[in-house]
T-cell receptor, first 115, second 115 residues
Framework: DQQVKQNSPSLSVQEGRISILNCDYT??????FLWYKKYPAEGPTFLIS?????DKNEDGRFTVFLNKSAKHLSLHIVPSQPGDSAVYFC??????????????FGKGTKLSVKP | DAGVIQSPRHEVTEMGQEVTLRCKPI?????LFWYRQTMMRGLELLIY????????DSGMPEDRFSAKMPNASFSTLKIQPSEPRDSAVYFC?????????????FGQGTRLTVV
């Protein structure tokens, strides 16, 4: 059963507009969340993260929001640029039991930003 | 540091042959992960190590897959015998000892094609 879910396989946005990528998780024990970006033929690269004790973290055009009660996080990109076109993965950090250090990834959302 | 280094970048092999994928993690990182990316499953964890010891191999598809980490600077993922359904991109990633609050760093991946 998927513990981290990205229910939208793809998203298309006009350049200059806001992109909102969503992620849901099932395990309330997750304590740290990360977003990765992946271009074709490259490995995923870290984008932004948020601790479970916060509800917002901002870095330039990228903001991640966390709603713990809903077990939901979202990544906002404002304004969107064509270079943001990539696959975005949401990941949750495991910090309990014998699995410390593990990261559980969603399936990814392919973002296309059209000029 | 040159980052996580994977080899080969591309591998084409015939069904039934043995395939070995290699990974050199970032120096000083204690965690090493092997992921497989497919359209259907996204980025799925196969196995991960902490201090060269396998922690969770529940993602390894079947006995045809095996992974080793003989020392802190090298890991292999072996498939024997390979099958067409093993075709995917395989990523290696490493993470520092203090995993909380840090990200995993990915290699550029090995694209495996089994014909």
């Amino acid at each position: 059963d998927q513990q981290v879910k990205q229910n939208s396989p793809s998203l298309s946005v006009q350049e200059g507009r806001i992109s909102i990528l969503n992620c849901d998780y099932t395990n309330s024990m997750f304590d740290y969340f990360l977003w990765y970006k992946k271009y074709p033929a490259e490995g995923p690269t870290f984008l932004i993260s948020i601790s479970s004790i916060k509800d917002k973290n901002e870095d330039g055009r990228f903001t991640v929001f966390l709603n713990k009660s809903a077990k939901h996080l979202s990544l906002h990109i404002v304004p969107s640029q064509p270079g943001d076109s990539a696959v975005y993965f949401c990941a949750a950090n495991v910090n309990y039991g014998g699995s410390q250090g593990n990261l559980i990834f969603g399936k990814g959302t392919k973002l296309s930003v059209k000029p | 540091d040159a980052g996580v280094i994977q080899s080969p970048r591309h591998e084409v092999t015939e069904m039934g042959q043995e395939v070995t994928l290699r990974c050199k993690p970032i120096s000083g990182h204690d965690y090493l992960f092997w992921y497989r990316q497919t359209m259907m499953r996204g980025l799925e964890l196969l196995i991960y190590f902490n201090n060269n010891v396998p922690i969770d191999d529940s993602g390894m598809p079947e006995d045809r897959f095996s992974a080793k980490m003989p020392n802190a600077s090298f890991s292999t993922l072996k498939i024997q015998p390979s099958e067409p359904r093993d075709s995917a991109v395989y990523f290696c990633a490493s993470r520092p000892r203090e995993s909380w609050g840090t990200e995993a760093f990915f290699g550029q991946g090995t694209r495996l094609t089994v014909v």
